[in-house]
T-cell receptor, first 116, second 114 residues
Framework: DGGITQSPKYLFRKEGQNVTLSCEQN?????MYWYRQDPGQGLRLIYY???????QKGDIAEGYSVSREKKESFPLTVTSAQKNPTAFYLC???????????????FGAGSRLTVL | AQKVTQAQTEISVVEKEDVTLDCVYE???????LFWYKQPPSGELVFLIR??????QNEISGRYSWNFQKSTSSFNFTITASQVVDSAVYFC???????????FGKGTHLIIQP
């Protein structure tokens, strides 16, 4: 079955360490996204990518980095520059419609990062 | 700037009751899209519905129905005869013509008690 796989599901990190969250999709979607979710908050966009080797910052990109070397993969690195990294991270993908605003996102199950 | 407000942080009802989740949005765009997603305890968001700004017809899908009113900038979601499996966090979201991501509300945690 097609879908989005995020790993690891749970991750613990010491302050000052970089961590990379994996996101792989086999839906043949062109666009991929990373969102951050904090308790009692909505989702906030970190980065998105419409095509391979191209990506754009979202609303809260500071302290994060991404790459898009393959269509199927969109890893997110949480760097030590991210001041409050403890959160639930969700990866999503979509086909790219003529109007990008109409894209329906398919989400992965998320990765929960805790900084100790 | 766009904004989505879900004023109900948490709702608790007994099974079989009807429940309405409110969503109010703000946008300056004339062409936009509204979405509802469900987030069960497993964590992944599940798409429920998309509605564009030119289609104000209400929609019904089984026990779910949506009421879109541009005059009040609202896109409310009603579950009829709620079931325990409906327990989840529900998010309303907004995008606009050419947008590259969604603006989400803070979500409503729905608890259906047996």
């Amino acid at each position: 079955d097609g879908g989005i796989t995020q790993s690891p599901k749970y991750l613990f990190r010491k302050e000052g360490q970089n961590v990379t969250l994996s996101c792989e999709q086999n839906l043949n979607h062109d666009a991929m996204y990373w969102y951050r979710q904090d308790p009692g908050q909505g989702l906030r966009l970190i980065y998105y990518s419409q095509i391979v080797n191209d990506f754009q910052k979202g609303d809260i990109a500071e302290g994060y980095s991404v790459s898009r070397e393959k269509k199927e993969s969109f890893p997110l690195t949480v760097t030590s520059a991210q001041k409050n990294p403890t959160a639930f991270y969700l990866c999503a993908s979509s086909i790219v419609l003529g109007d990008a605003g109409a894209n329906v996102l398919t989400f992965g199950a998320g990765s929960r990062l805790t900084v100790l | 700037a766009q904004k989505v407000t879900q004023a109900q942080t948490e709702i608790s009802v007994v099974e079989k009751e009807d429940v309405t989740l409110d969503c109010v949005y703000e946008t300056r765009d004339t062409t936009y899209y509204l979405f509802w997603y469900k987030q069960p305890p497993s964590g992944e968001l599940v798409f429920l519905i998309r509605r564009n700004s030119f289609d104000e017809q209400n929609e019904i899908s089984g026990r779910y129905s949506w009421n879109f009113q541009k005059s009040t900038s609202s896109f409310n979601f009603t579950i009829t005869a709620s079931q325990v499996v409906d327990s989840a966090v529900y998010f309303c979201a907004l995008s606009y013509l050419g947008a590259d991501g969604l603006t989400f509300g803070k979500g409503t945690h729905l608890i259906i008690q047996p």
